[in-house]
């Protein structure tokens, strides 16, 4: 069963910025790539479903990461049907992702209170996935789904919404600055943060040092914008 409730997944999600986006077919490496990230700052983790072994890898890891880092927060990603839904969140995941909406998992994972971060493209698909109960919808993907001018477009009629953009989002000050200045909530990183020349050299305390940078930038750019109101 998961071992974060919804709302305190939402809360770590908004309170850190960022949600580091990987997948590993070997346990050890995937163990280790969590390690670092949480170490680095980043305790909010999404494990994506893209890899015949993906569910018995997530087993593996949320064991162990409950046993040794139980604050640490584990999510599955592309999750498009109710019954992979079911067998990510028995196998513990706190939160699951989708690179697209669908009712039957919001449904399923709403009985089970597991927080549900479906992709939206159009302001119609955010509108209907709050009305399932998504605090945090995904905008995906983000980089081909009008930038930062979609969010900033979208709160004015709908500023109660919670977006998290995600896919082709880099690091550096120059990609993450119009997301946040637009109103993200936070972002989903991937590649440009859990690289696999990083992964492929095992060098897991350059990738803690940069989710630790990631982490303190998106505090200096959040806390700029404060300043500036």
């Given at each position: 069963?998961?071992?974060?409730?919804?709302?305190?997944?939402?809360?770590?999600?908004?309170?850190v910025?960022?949600?580091?986006?990987?997948?590993?077919?070997?346990?050890?490496?995937?163990?280790?790539i969590s390690r670092a990230c949480a170490a680095g700052?980043?305790?909010?983790?999404?494990?994506?479903?893209?890899g015949m072994g993906a569910p018995r890898v997530f087993e593996s890891l949320q064991r162990i990461?409950?046993?040794?880092?139980?604050?640490?927060?584990?999510g599955a990603g592309s999750i498009l049907d109710?019954?992979?839904?079911?067998?990510?969140?028995?196998?513990?995941?706190s939160f699951i992702v989708g690179p697209a909406g669908n009712p039957a998992v919001a449904r399923i994972c709403n009985r089970r209170k597991v927080a549900y971060i479906?992709?939206?493209?159009?302001?119609?698909?955010?509108?209907?996935?709050?009305?399932?109960?998504?605090?945090?919808?995904?905008?995906?993907?983000?980089?081909?789904?009008?930038?930062?001018?979609?969010?900033?477009?979208?709160?004015?009629?709908?500023?109660w919404s919670s977006i998290m953009p995600t896919g082709g989002i880099g690091i550096d000050r120059e990609s993450l600055d119009p997301w946040f200045a637009a109103g993200a909530v936070a972002v989903g990183?991937?590649?440009?943060?859990?690289?696999?020349?990083?992964?492929?050299?095992?060098d897991?305390?350059?990738l803690r040092r940069r989710c630790s940078e990631t982490v303190s930038l998106i505090e200096e750019i959040r806390g700029k914008g404060k300043s500036d109101e």
């Open positions: 069963m998961p071992t974060h409730d919804r709302l305190s997944v939402y809360a770590a999600i908004a309170r910025g960022a949600a580091p986006v990987f997948y590993d077919p070997d346990a050890d490496s995937a163990v280790s700052g980043m305790g909010v983790l999404e494990f994506t479903n893209r990461l409950s046993a040794e880092m139980p604050g640490v927060i584990l109710p019954g992979t839904a079911a067998l990510f969140i028995n196998s513990g995941a479906p992709g939206c493209g159009t302001v119609s698909e955010v509108s209907t996935a709050e009305e399932w109960g998504c605090e945090i919808v995904k905008l995906f993907p983000a980089d081909s789904s009008g930038g930062p001018g979609f969010i900033r477009d979208l709160l004015g009629p709908m500023p990183l991937g590649s440009a943060l859990v690289s696999r020349e990083i992964v492929d050299r095992r897991w305390d350059e």
